[in-house]
């Protein structure tokens, strides 16, 4: 799993004097590297990097009400809004359903739909896929719809599918 985040410059007295310990939080002992960038946009770039370089995959999916950023890379995986009159997007960024139960893209009803989402995500996945997949990125709370919450145990099984995909 990969870990990212963004630190305004602005919030920081000293941004070049910010050590890797204190980025990483409890993360820190197990950090080979760190990559410091100005924005979110530049830690999910740099999210969406280093899963290509570690799988040598090149498919990137996203639920299809996330909001990733206006960077170019970044746009390409946001599929909630800033899309449209853009230009040309990365050919291998894909939309999934969102785990959203109260306007669910399956017109299922959580819990008895046992995480419908979930199956149709991998099952587009593996549908869509042209070569090894690269990453799902995703946000913890869906911000662009309003605070969209996921149901509770949704996470740990993209979690526990992802390395796995073709037989989830």
Same mark, same amino acid.
């Given at each position: 799993?990969?870990?990212?985040?963004?630190?305004?410059?602005?919030? *920081?007295? /000293?941004?070049?004097?910010?050590?890797?310990?204190?980025? @990483?939080?409890?993360?820190? #002992?197990? $950090? +080979?590297?760190?990559?410091?960038?100005?924005?979110?946009?530049?830690?999910?770039?740099?999210?969406?990097?280093?899963?290509?370089?570690?799988?040598?995959?090149?498919?990137?999916?996203?639920?299809?009400?996330?909001?990733?950023? *206006?960077? /170019?890379?970044?746009?390409?995986?946001?599929?909630?809004? @800033?899309?449209?009159?853009? #230009?040309? $997007? +990365?050919?291998?960024?894909?939309?999934?359903?969102?785990?959203?139960?109260?306007?669910?893209?399956?017109?299922?009803?959580?819990?008895?739909?046992?995480?419908?989402?979930?199956?149709?995500?991998?099952?587009?996945?593996?549908?869509?896929? /042209?070569?090894?997949?690269?990453?799902?990125?995703?946000?913890?709370?869906?911000?662009? #719809?309003?605070?969209?919450?996921?149901?509770?145990?949704?996470?740990?099984?993209?979690?526990?599918?992802?390395?796995?995909?073709?037989?989830?």
């Amino acid at each position: 799993m990969l870990v990212h985040a963004a630190l305004a410059q602005q919030y *920081l007295q /000293s941004p070049g004097n910010l050590t890797r310990g204190e980025a @990483g939080g409890d993360h820190a #002992g197990s $950090l +080979a590297q760190s990559l410091f960038g100005e924005s979110a946009s530049d830690a999910n770039e740099f999210a969406i990097l280093v899963a290509r370089l570690f799988t040598g995959g090149k498919d990137v999916f996203s639920p299809h009400v996330s909001y990733h950023g *206006l960077s /170019s890379g970044s746009r390409s995986v946001t599929f909630a809004g @800033g899309r449209r009159n853009h #230009g040309p $997007l +990365a050919s291998d960024s894909h939309a999934i359903p969102a785990p959203y139960c109260y306007r669910c893209p399956l017109a299922a009803s959580f819990p008895s739909c046992d995480f419908a989402c979930l199956g149709a995500s991998f099952e587009l996945i593996d549908a869509q896929s /042209s070569a090894q997949t690269a990453a799902v990125i995703t946000e913890t709370l869906f911000s662009a #719809g309003g605070v969209i919450d996921p149901p509770a145990g949704c996470w740990p099984g993209y979690a526990r599918c992802a390395p796995i995909a073709a037989y989830c």
